[in-house]
């Protein structure tokens, strides 16, 4: 247990409406990741941080915006939610585990767009 | 070309089974490989590290062949438990980016 957890768990929301997914993480890590899970496509990233105030994009950021200004917390923004960001979102910190850097996940966020 | 292919499958293999998983990736400079497991709407979680050498672990067994970018998952006396998807993940090299395959699904009946 990687001590993460992600709020809300599911939610269903508007076209048009902003959407904030939180990330909480209780170890210090440094990294943290945001993914999205489709059918037929591997976990994608969307945005990472490798420390506070210090955001990347991934290869699928186009219309989301991430922030973190706290080591603990990572946010996800849908600015304008659209029906093809239906997905289920995953928040992941990296650690090292046998002298090799590897990621552990949170439970998921459900995100519905109608 | 996907940067890491799996055969989704699903394989649907009787209890007590050993079953094999391949995937391929196409980064030749890829430098660490990974196996996640992932249940029905839960999240992906480690299964093993794959090594140059091999690794086993209990009825697990990992190979790495990087002449040919391919990777393989071994499972011996399957467990109805064993049901999941197996995702292969491959790191790229350069910070802690992963890619990720779009798994392997296993049934396991009685």
């Known amino acids: 247990d990687a001590g993460i957890t992600q709020s809300p768990r599911h939610k269903v929301t508007e076209t048009g409406t902003p959407v904030t997914l939180r990330c909480h993480q209780t170890?210090?890590?440094?990294?943290m990741y945001w993914y999205r899970q489709d059918p037929g496509h591997g976990l994608r990233l969307i945005h990472y941080s490798y420390g506070v105030k210090d955001t990347d994009k991934g290869e699928v950021s186009d219309g989301y915006s991430v922030s973190r200004s706290k080591t603990e917390d990572f946010l996800l923004t849908l600015e304008s939610a659209t029906s093809s960001q239906t997905s289920v979102y995953f928040c992941a910190i990296s650690e090292s585990t046998g002298g090799t850097e590897t990621q552990y996940f949170g439970p998921g966020t459900r995100l519905l767009v109608l | 070309r996907k940067e890491v292919e799996q055969d989704p499958g699903p394989f649907n293999v009787p209890e007590g089974a050993t079953v094999a998983f391949n995937c391929t990736y196409s980064n030749s400079a890829s430098q660490s490989f990974f196996w996640y497991r992932q249940d029905c709407r839960k999240e992906p979680k480690l299964l093993m590290s794959v090594y140059s050498s091999g690794n086993e672990d209990g009825r697990f067994t990992a190979q790495l062949n990087r002449a040919s970018q391919y990777i393989s998952l071994l499972i011996r006396d399957s467990k109805l438990s064993d049901s999941a998807t197996y995702l292969c993940?491959?790191?790229?090299?350069?910070?802690?980016?992963?890619?990720f395959g779009t798994g392997t699904r296993l049934a396991v009946r009685p």
């Open positions: 170890e210090n890590h440094r990294y």
């Open positions: 993940v491959v790191k790229q090299g350069s910070g802690d980016k992963l890619t």
